[in-house]
């Protein structure tokens, strides 16, 4: 049986055939460890690790390439800003739309010290800016928000957050990890300081990728390293270097990973966020005019298409999450995510705690007939 893949929220399938290729290339041709050595591979495998930068650079309208550092995933770069920035004594605003990549370093800082304030959305997942300004305290040091919730696709108001950051003095650090290749990014004109995004998901590259831009007006001195050891720089001294990349970038790096990552970041500059976004947006409300047409079947979530990016919640009456998804799977065919999705704040915030939801996922790859297959899969098992 052929089989629909609608779980991009998770990870993006199929990768474009050039990260196949660029993975392929590196493994075979090039091998070397970047910036550990002299010789012509080391130096090739440095190249291509900063032309990703640069990739990456030219997707996010940053200036300076070497502000980008790289890292294991999404989840890695958030830790490195909350446990590296923030001290007890602190103050940090959030929402309650967040992932637990998010919420679970900021309980455990809470323990340390860290006051924690999080903002109630909507039942949409909707955000207002003001009930941020409102939470501002006088030690408050940083706003800490998901761009797009995992569970419900909900926008958040990440580029008046930088706003009210800026005017009060504060730093505001964006989890991507829902946004990034598929939602116009300008770190400068949202006037984002911290960017945490993952390769693996709307960047079309390998898993065990991704990446932190960190902006001009974050003191390095105050952010510490997750991590300490070899950067193949100032080899001469014992004390981590304290210029970027270096700082927070100790251990051999994935390049055969960031090999892939450069060539699917070209490709999404190529296709253009834009006609990606279009195209993601086209099947969604696909997805959502089909579910809601359906007899037992409730859908979470803005109905405004502007304020969501390609991901749709959804349960059927009378069923657990788990066993529809199941269901899709076996009978039709049809693969996506049950549950909780690793956010129970953001399903304690739309009402779906604790048995979550069923989610679909479309991304670039998808077509108009997949989508109106998964939806009248659903049809026949809410008919049961």
């Known amino acids: 049986m052929s089989f629909v893949y609608l779980d991009n929220a998770a990870t993006s399938f199929p990768k474009p055939p050039q990260v196949v290729e660029a993975i392929a290339h590196f493994l075979t041709h090039i091998g070397a460890n970047a910036g ?21 650079a030219e997707l996010f309208h940053i200036s300076d390439p070497l502000r980008i550092v790289f890292g294991h995933n999404v989840t890695e770069m958030l830790n490195l800003v909350l446990t590296g920035f923030l001290r007890p004594g602190d103050h ?11 919420m679970r370093p900021l309980r455990a800082l809470e323990r340390e010290g860290v006051e924690v304030s999080v903002i ?44 009210i950051a800026h005017r009060h003095g504060i730093f505001l650090l964006v989890d991507a990890a829902q ?19 993952t390769g693996h998901k709307g960047l079309l590259g390998p898993t065990g990728t991704g990446g932190l831009y960190i902006g ?43 090999a892939g990552l450069e060539a699917g970041v070209r490709f999404v500059l190529e296709r253009g966020v834009e006609e990606i976004r279009s195209h993601e947006l086209e099947l969604t409300a696909r997805i ?57 704040s953001a399903h304690r915030t739309i009402g779906t705690f604790p048995k979550g939801t069923v989610r679909f996922a479309p991304g670039i790859f998808n077509t108009a007939e997949e989508v109106e297959k998964a939806v009248e899969a659903v049809r026949k098992i809410a008919r049961r």
């Open 36 to 56: 550990r050595s002299g010789h012509r591979l080391s130096i090739e495998a440095g190249r291509i690790v900063y032309q990703t930068r640069e990739a990456l």
């Open 216 to 258: 001009p007006r974050v003191p390095l001195e105050e952010l510490r390293p997750l991590k300490r050891g070899g950067t193949g720089s100032r080899s001469e001294l014992e004390e981590q270097p304290d210029f970027l990349p270096d700082k927070y970038e100790s251990g051999t790096q994935n390049a055969a990973g960031l």
């Open 120 to 163: 109630p959305c909507s039942p949409e997942g909707l955000l207002e800016p003001a009930e941020i300004e409102k939470a501002i305290r006088p030690n408050t040091r940083l706003i800490v928000l998901n761009h797009a919730s995992n569970v419900t696709g909900t926008i958040l108001p990440v580029k008046e957050a930088g706003e």
């Open 288 to 344: 959502l005019e089909g579910l809601s047409s359906i007899k037992g079947v409730k859908v979470y979530g803005p109905s405004d298409l502007s304020l969501r990016v390609g991901i749709v919640s959804f349960n059927v009456e009378g069923m657990e999450p788990s066993e529809v998804a199941l269901r899709l799977d076996e009978e039709f065919g049809i693969m996506c995510r049950p549950g909780l999705h690793c956010a129970p």
């Open 92 to 102: 940090v605003i959030t929402s309650s739309m967040e992932h637990n990549s998010v």
């Open 179 to 197: 946004t990034a290749g598929v939602y116009p990014i300008d770190v400068e004109a949202d006037k984002i300081d911290f960017l945490a995004f």
